[in-house]
């Protein structure tokens, strides 16, 4: 017999897989899922241990309840943000792109503040124009932004055509946020989804 309190406190909280349970008791996997099933803990879903085996430190963000009119403003404002600029096609991330480096400031302050992410899982797309050069363009948001060049994926480069007010707004491309996380997408994409329905 494998006690409840044990699976509960392995399984459950500290996120340890069957397999690993099995090696730690030094059983098989089926006993580890049988007294799983006869405690009646539930298990988790095929995409629930892949999330567990992605981030086995947890979340890489933590929600921060808005608390003064200042945090819900922010909180409000980056939710808006997301919702008109961001790319909420894509469900494993949290993506948001545009041209102007306040904007992109004020939803890097949003996450930071709100969901104190992980900077370090923080990854940054540009695609610019064949005119202008990539190693500029990255460097300059890197300086609005005081991020890494590291944190850069590869540069996407458009051909130029005929000059226009795009192209003088896009100068130095166009910047996309990536934070992998299917989680905090989901929460930041509910967030939106009550907001719509309760207006």
Avoid at 35 to 61: C, M
Avoid at 131 to 155: E, G, M, N
Wanted: charged letters at 25%; glycine letters at 6%.
């Amino acid at each position: 017999m494998i006690e409840k309190e044990l699976l509960v406190r392995e399984y459950r909280d500290r996120k340890k897989s069957v397999r690993d349970i099995a090696g730690k008791l030094e059983c098989s996997e089926n006993k580890v899922t049988y007294w799983l099933q006869k405690h009646n803990v539930k298990k988790r879903t095929i995409s629930e241990a892949l999330y567990t085996k992605l981030n086995p430190k947890g979340d890489p963000f933590s929600f921060t309840n808005p608390t003064s009119s200042n945090s819900w403003l922010l909180y409000g404002l980056g939710l808006g943000l997301f919702w008109g600029e961001g790319n909420k096609a894509n469900k494993n991330s949290v993506r948001l792109g545009n041209t102007d480096p306040d904007l992109i400031r004020v939803f890097l302050v949003f996450l930071d503040s709100v969901y104190k992410i992980n900077h370090s899982r923080l990854r940054f797309g540009l695609q610019i124009f064949s005119d202008c050069s990539p190693d500029t363009a990255r460097a300059y948001w890197c300086r609005k932004l005081s991020i890494k060049p590291s944190q850069f994926q590869k540069v996407v480069i458009t051909q130029s055509r005929k000059k226009g007010t795009y192209r003088t707004k896009n100068q130095h491309g166009v910047l996309t946020i990536y934070f992998s996380n299917t989680k905090l997408r989901d929460t930041i994409v509910s967030a939106i989804e009550r907001l719509r329905t309760e207006i």
